[in-house]
């Protein structure tokens, strides 16, 4: 999900670019998008409520391409972030996030709070549109809620755009996803053999040899 629209915000960011081309890497179903009155999209901008509206529609319509997908993530820079993290709480198929620069000095995270799937919000440390030290303290309260953790990470001289630390960008969100991807994995095969076991208990004994 793009930064504002206002802002001049389109899917053609180089942030927004980056996730979606990460995503993609690593097998997922990706799709990007301009929001509502940007580019040929029709619509006004509405302030993030018909916007959070466009991000519902765009996830509805990914799984009805993807019938039982093994995970669901979403992704956003800025405004788009923000938007990503309102969409989280709305749909609880969602398995984990990456937020880039959400700019908690304009946006209340609170609502965060609890948070009902883990990922991870990552942000410049020379970013002044979207300080990383107002995203601190809007998550004291919400880093860890019923066993869901939110990851903060800050890209070392990066500003809010990350120009010129698009790779240092990616390479913590990939770092974060593959981390994520291999514990699912894990926990998948663990249930399987769980299972194998359970159903293997419930058969009969074999019949004494004749």
Same mark, same amino acid.
């Given at each position: 999900l793009h930064p504002h629209p206002k802002a001049g915000g389109t899917m053609q960011d180089p942030v927004t670019i980056t996730l979606f081309e990460m995503f993609a890497a690593h097998g997922f179903s990706t799709m990007r998008f301009n929001f509502r009155g940007v580019g040929r999209s029709q619509g006004t901008f509405d302030a993030g409520v018909a916007e959070l509206s466009d991000a519902a529609y765009v996830l509805d319509h990914l799984e009805s391409l993807n019938e039982a997908p093994s995970q669901c993530w979403v992704a956003g820079s800025s405004f788009g972030a923000y938007i990503c993290l309102q969409l989280l709480m709305r749909r609880p198929e969602i398995d984990g996030f990456v937020a /880039?620069?959400?700019?908690?000095?304009?946006?209340?995270?609170?609502?965060?709070? $609890?948070? $009902?799937?883990?990922?991870?919000?990552?942000?410049?440390?020379?970013? /002044?549109?979207?300080? $990383?030290?107002d995203i601190d303290r809007s998550l004291t309260k919400v880093r860890v809620q019923k066993g869901e953790i939110i990851d903060r990470a800050t890209v070392a001289g990066a500003n809010h755009f990350f120009q010129g630390k698009l790779d240092e960008m990616e390479k913590t969100a990939s770092t974060y996803l593959k981390r994520r991807m291999k514990a699912f994995e894990k926990a998948q095969k663990e249930a399987a053999e769980a299972k194998a076991i359970k159903d293997a208990a419930k058969l009969p004994p074999p019949k004494p040899a004749t």
């Amino acid at each position: 999900l793009h930064p504002h629209p206002k802002a001049g915000g389109t899917m053609q960011d180089p942030v927004t670019i980056t996730l979606f081309e990460m995503f993609a890497a690593h097998g997922f179903s990706t799709m990007r998008f301009n929001f509502r009155g940007v580019g040929r999209s029709q619509g006004t901008f509405d302030a993030g409520v018909a916007e959070l509206s466009d991000a519902a529609y765009v996830l509805d319509h990914l799984e009805s391409l993807n019938e039982a997908p093994s995970q669901c993530w979403v992704a956003g820079s800025s405004f788009g972030a923000y938007i990503c993290l309102q969409l989280l709480m709305r749909r609880p198929e969602i398995d984990g996030f990456v937020a /880039v620069a959400p700019p908690a000095n304009h946006y209340d995270l609170s609502f965060l709070a $609890p948070c $009902p799937a883990s990922g991870i919000i990552i942000s410049g440390d020379k970013d /002044v549109v979207a300080p $990383p030290a107002d995203i601190d303290r809007s998550l004291t309260k919400v880093r860890v809620q019923k066993g869901e953790i939110i990851d903060r990470a800050t890209v070392a001289g990066a500003n809010h755009f990350f120009q010129g630390k698009l790779d240092e960008m990616e390479k913590t969100a990939s770092t974060y996803l593959k981390r994520r991807m291999k514990a699912f994995e894990k926990a998948q095969k663990e249930a399987a053999e769980a299972k194998a076991i359970k159903d293997a208990a419930k058969l009969p004994p074999p019949k004494p040899a004749t």
